[in-house]
């Protein structure tokens, strides 16, 4: 029998999906130190060369990321609300009913406007202000997150507790429009649970059928 001579692919397969495996770490790795370094410094004085420094790679490589620091910043927030999606959704999964659902989704939207502050901070300051927001992947991103909330919406209607003459598209922009408003310029964690109370029970008054 013979054999197949070697091509100049073959072998390339092991070293292609290694390369790999190294560039999403090194993905990681950037987008971890870009997060922290926004967290500390802002947007305004945050520098490539510290976010480099901090993830112990050359300033070249962080433009194989991003090819801006706003773009950069993009990416983390983009990141984060990956998180996010999938932590709140395995929540809510194991949440039954219309009050207890709401009550998760409101105490994880309080909590990301107190305990992330700072990046919620540059999210509706440096990037939902963006002229193109509305053509980027946080816009696509923010619209995933906010769908969550629109299901548990969905469902409640289904099930008769949710009046059918509201408009989903503006409870939602009451829901976080408001908890935005009221954490953004800042919340005591000891006032948080207070709170949250208050506009859960408002919320779900405004909700119930009559």
């Given at each position: 029998?013979?054999?197949?001579?070697?091509?100049?692919?073959?072998?390339?397969?092991?070293?292609?999906?290694?390369?790999?495996?190294?560039?999403?770490?090194?993905?990681?790795?950037?987008?971890?130190?870009?997060?922290?370094?926004?967290?500390?410094?802002?947007?305004?004085?945050?520098?490539?060369?510290?976010?480099?420094?901090?993830?112990?790679?050359?300033?070249?490589?962080?433009?194989?990321?991003?090819?801006?620091?706003?773009?950069?910043?993009?990416?983390?927030?983009?990141?984060?609300?990956?998180?996010?999606?999938?932590?709140?959704?395995?929540?809510?999964?194991?949440?039954?009913?219309?009050?207890?659902?709401?009550?998760?989704?409101?105490?994880?939207?309080?909590?990301?406007?107190?305990?992330?502050?700072?990046?919620?901070?540059?999210?509706?300051r440096e990037l939902r202000t963006?002229?193109?927001?509305?053509?980027?992947?946080?816009?696509?991103?923010?619209?995933?997150?906010?769908?969550?909330?629109?299901?548990?919406?969905?469902?409640?209607?289904?099930?008769?507790?949710?009046?059918?003459?509201?408009?989903?598209?503006?409870?939602?922009?009451?829901?976080?429009?408001?908890?935005?408003?009221?954490?953004?310029?800042?919340?005591?964690?000891?006032?948080?649970?207070?709170?949250?109370?208050?506009?859960?029970?408002?919320?779900?008054?405004?909700?119930?059928?009559?």
């Amino acid at each position: 029998m013979i054999e197949p001579h070697a091509t100049p692919e073959a072998g390339r397969g092991p070293r292609r999906r290694r390369a790999l495996v190294h560039n999403r770490d090194r993905e990681r790795e950037v987008l971890a130190a870009a997060h922290q370094v926004f967290l500390d410094k802002g947007f305004a004085r945050a520098t490539i060369a510290e976010i480099a420094a901090r993830a112990r790679v050359a300033e070249g490589t962080i433009y194989r990321f991003a090819p801006t620091k706003r773009a950069l910043l993009e990416r983390v927030i983009v990141d984060w609300y990956a998180g996010m999606i999938e932590t709140l959704r395995g929540q809510l999964a194991g949440a039954a009913g219309l009050e207890a659902r709401l009550g998760l989704f409101a105490r994880h939207q309080f909590t990301i406007f107190t305990d992330h502050a700072p990046l919620s901070r540059l999210l509706v300051r440096e990037l939902r202000t963006s002229a193109d927001y509305r053509e980027s992947a946080l816009h696509k991103a923010n619209r995933a997150y906010t769908a969550l909330f629109l299901e548990i919406l969905e469902d409640g209607r289904r099930q008769g507790q949710i009046r059918t003459a509201m408009s989903p598209a503006l409870l939602r922009d009451l829901f976080f429009g408001t908890i935005e408003h009221a954490t953004l310029a800042g919340l005591e964690p000891a006032r948080r649970t207070s709170r949250e109370a208050e506009f859960l029970e408002m919320f779900l008054m405004l909700l119930r059928t009559r």
